[in-house]
């Protein structure tokens, strides 16, 4: 590919990697456990693990929506593919394909809210689709669910965050 344009400094990071070297945890699976679901799952999003379950009788399945609290974080680790014809980059996990999901770290995300992030703010997740919008503890999104996740940086609609799942980094 022929580059589009030239920076002169590297990006900030990339939504899914970590933003951090803090202690990390994952989400436990069994035998045959999470697996991205039939709808695929979007990298640098939160996703929620449903039925079928693995051999240890836990979830197995991973998608970008679900209800309540989600079940972790889908961490960037080059995994995505590129599918769509012509395409530059791809973020989806196809169907079937193992996943990592991480319960606590420090990672970039995209705000996809309509409004700005504030230093310690919550981490909202979308219900639809798994993306990060911010506000104040206890506050009300519209079709997203209040994460244990917290804003490590401030950044407008659009732009890359720091999050972590524990305050103040």
Partial sequence: MFPTTVSYAPARGVEGDFCDSNPRSTVNAGPGGLVVGPAGAVIGRFCWATAPN???GAPATVTNS??????GF?????QGLITT?????????L???PVTLFKTGGFWAR???????????KVFASNTDGSVSFAAAGATVAGSTETK???MSVG???????ISATPNG
């Fill in 54 to 56: 693995d051999g240890d």
């Fill in 66 to 71: 679900g209800t309540g609290a989600p079940t």
């Fill in 74 to 78: 889908l961490h960037r680790e080059q």
């Fill in 85 to 93: 014809f012509l395409a530059e980059s791809g973020m989806t996990m």
């Fill in 95 to 97: 169907p079937g394909m």
């Fill in 111 to 121: 705000n996809a809210g309509s409004s700005a992030s504030a230093y310690g703010n």
């Fill in 149 to 151: 996740w917290f804003a």
């Fill in 156 to 162: 407008a609609a659009g732009e890359l965050v720091k």
